[in-house]
């Protein structure tokens, strides 16, 4: 805990940290000022509903927007699909940096490998996971003030959206750690993320026209649970957010076995 307390404020006062919170609340004000305004709410009128059903499906539209306070309908889609984004930034240096430096030579003769790595796991997870935490009071707070929806709903769904983009944020930082450990500097681990997700989609993609089956293969990437988190069927929610702590061990699993044997 103390490794984790001190990278933590470590990245608080400094540029590590704040490559990622500058970027993260200046989107999310500009988010958050729209919905204010009452964007999301458009979406349950006529017009803005057919709009939302034309780009996502029928049931989907109608769980999110007409079923769910439409603004935090909203804010959900769109942390969904920016997360993985937010989270790169914010904990692409967890590792990379400091083992290309010779940093952790210093910090072994204290301390353990595994315990290095779960302390900068853990310190970049609660870096993101607070801003998101402040994000969404944030849009539960628009939504009181847009949406004519009873205030038990609000702060219900508001909770278990919440809760679900905490444990997808999970998945992606541990997916991160393990780019991190693998590789010795921060630059080609913000780059080496965007082609993983290009080289498994576009392998995907040619493998299942001729293998239709091998679509499996995109569950590699738990971006493949995007669709699925915001499924109308409750079950398939669900079932996706419970394989959501397999990628967690999968990933973290890796990570420590290339930690342990990598030359520091």
């Excluded at 630059?187 to 576009?202: E, H, W």
């Excluded at 089956?213 to 079932?239: E, F, M, N, R």
Aim: glycine share 6%.
């Amino acid at each position: 805990m103390i490794l984790c307390g001190d990278d933590l404020a470590y990245a608080l006062t400094g540029l590590k940290g704040w490559v990622f919170l500058v970027p993260f609340f200046l989107f999310w004000f500009w988010i958050l000022d729209k919905l204010q305004q009452g964007a999301a709410v458009w979406l349950q009128k006529p017009a803005g509903f057919a709009l939302s059903a034309w780009i996502l499906n029928p049931d989907l539209a109608l769980s999110l927007f007409k079923s769910h306070p439409p603004t935090l309908s909203a804010y959900y889609l769109i942390a969904l699909y920016t997360l993985p984004v937010f989270a790169l930034l914010g904990s692409c240096n967890q590792l990379a940096g400091d083992a290309g430096s010779g940093y952790f030579r210093f910090l072994l003769s204290r301390c353990t490998r595994d315990e290095i790595w779960v302390a900068r796991l853990l310190s970049a997870y609660l870096l993101i996971a607070a801003g998101s935490m402040i994000v969404g009071l944030a849009a539960a707070i628009v939504t009181l003030q847009t949406d004519n929806r009873p205030v038990t709903e609000v702060i219900g769904y508001a909770v278990q959206i919440n809760w679900t983009l905490l444990l997808y944020l999970l998945a992606w930082v541990a997916l991160i750690a393990l780019l991190s450990a693998t590789l010795s500097s921060a630059a080609a681990c913000l780059l080496s993320a965007p082609m993983l997700f290009f080289v498994v989609k576009t392998t995907t993609f040619v493998l299942q026209l001729q293998w239709p089956q091998l679509d499996v293969l995109a569950y590699v990437l738990p971006g493949k649970l995007t669709g699925l988190l915001v499924d109308p069927d409750a079950s398939v929610a669900l079932w996706a957010l419970l394989a959501l702590p397999l990628y967690v061990l999968a990933y973290g699993a890796l990570a420590i076995y290339r930690f342990r044997r990598r030359d520091l």
